[in-house]
């Protein structure tokens, strides 16, 4: 009977303090979980193809800036469909080419980037973009202060 009573209440305590330790997690905060993906305002496909890119760092420069970008058509920078639904670009500070894909997030923002969440560290905020030309920058600041805002002029929209 003695023995019966010691694993009972050996058995009451482990259950015990199973329950504090649960009570104890169940009550710190947890984290806020990234900002879920919604569906892109456009299609991949509307990034594929041929395009003069230049950059720009101030509003007043852009007209300047568009000009620049459909004159680098004679040396154009092409965005290939990816294998997996993505497009292939080059990303900062990299050389590679590595498959990016198109991610709607807050507020109806469109990003370029890496799979994850929207508005990643890496990801490029797409400004604007319709048939002849599209507009980015980066989401990091400081990658951004490096490399401006993006103008992409699609080539064969350059010349008519």
């Known amino acids: 009977m003695r023995f019966r009573g010691i694993v009972l209440t050996a058995a009451a305590s482990a259950w015990l303090s199973g329950c504090a330790g649960g009570l104890t997690e169940s009550f710190t905060p947890a984290a806020a979980p990234p900002p879920a993906a919604s569906p892109a305002a456009y299609p991949v496909a509307r990034l594929v193809g041929s395009w003069g890119v ?35 670009m080059h990303v900062a500070d990299d050389t590679t080419i590595h498959e990016l894909t198109l991610k709607g997030g807050p507020g109806g923002k469109t990003y370029l980037g890496f799979a994850g969440p929207p508005g990643d560290d890496q990801d490029r905020e797409i400004l604007a973009l319709n048939e002849k030309m599209f507009v980015a920058r980066y989401v990091n600041p400081e990658t951004n202060s490096r490399y401006g805002t993006f103008i992409y002029v699609r080539c064969n929209a350059a010349r008519g």
Do not use: F, H, N, W
Not at 58 to 67: F, G, M, P
Not at 69 to 83: D, H, M, S, T
């Open 54 to 88: 230049a950059s720009y760092r101030e509003e007043k420069d852009r007209a300047r800036t568009e000009a620049q970008a459909r004159a680098q058509c004679k040396l154009p920078y092409v965005i290939a469909k990816g294998p997996t639904d993505g497009v292939m």
